[in-house]
């Protein structure tokens, strides 16, 4: 029985996921160089992410730097940065990229923090859809030889995996939360 459980907790595993890497995404006045996950550069025609083809370091709290292995690869990554949407203009010396991250002011502390909330709605939402496709697949066992009592064992259990990642939600809402308005 628990086979089908698993199915429905391998999906709010990945929801899980999915949040942690849009919360990592999020820059809270710090240098964080997952900023830089989701960019990709043009490297002999194949879209590559930046972290392959240059070395990224945070030398100070507040500033990354890009050393690309190839001189080449300069013009194609500052050109990925300033079209993407970090919002960092990046400044090339012709060996490194350097990313200096402003101070953030309250009202962006603010904006950033509702955003964060707002991440953690949405995977929650999810959460609780994959729980009620799980009620449902279980509810469509009526009749068959899976017991009344099995099935709603099967229910409880999947409400308590529910609850299990809600909580985790609801933790990296509010760490991420604190980080982003700690000045």
Do not use: C
């Not at 001189?71 to 010396?93: F, V, W």
């Not at 609850?163 to 939600?169: A, R």
């Amino acid at each position: 029985m628990h086979e089908q459980l698993k199915v429905y907790e391998e999906k709010m595993q990945k929801t899980m996921k999915s949040l942690d890497s849009d919360l990592a995404a999020i820059r809270a006045g710090r240098a964080n160089p997952h900023i830089l996950d989701r960019l990709t550069v043009d490297y002999y025609g194949v879209p590559t992410p930046i972290q392959q083809v240059a070395n990224v370091s945070v030398p100070e709290a507040r500033m990354i730097q890009i050393q690309p292995w190839e001189k080449s690869m300069l013009k194609e990554i500052t050109k990925a940065i300033q079209t993407s949407d970090i919002g960092i203009n990046p400044t090339n010396d012709g060996q490194v990229i350097r990313l200096v991250f402003p101070e953030l002011t309250e009202d962006r502390r603010k904006e950033l923090a509702k955003d964060v909330k707002k991440k953690g709605e949405q995977a929650k939402v999810a959460i609780r859809n994959i729980r009620r496709d799980g009620n449902d697949a279980f509810k469509k066992l009526k009749g068959t030889e899976v017991s009344e009592d099995a099935i709603k064992d099967m229910e409880d259990e999947l409400q308590k995996v529910t609850d299990k990642y809600i909580k985790e939600v609801d933790k990296a809402v509010e760490a991420k939360t604190k980080e982003v308005m700690t000045v």
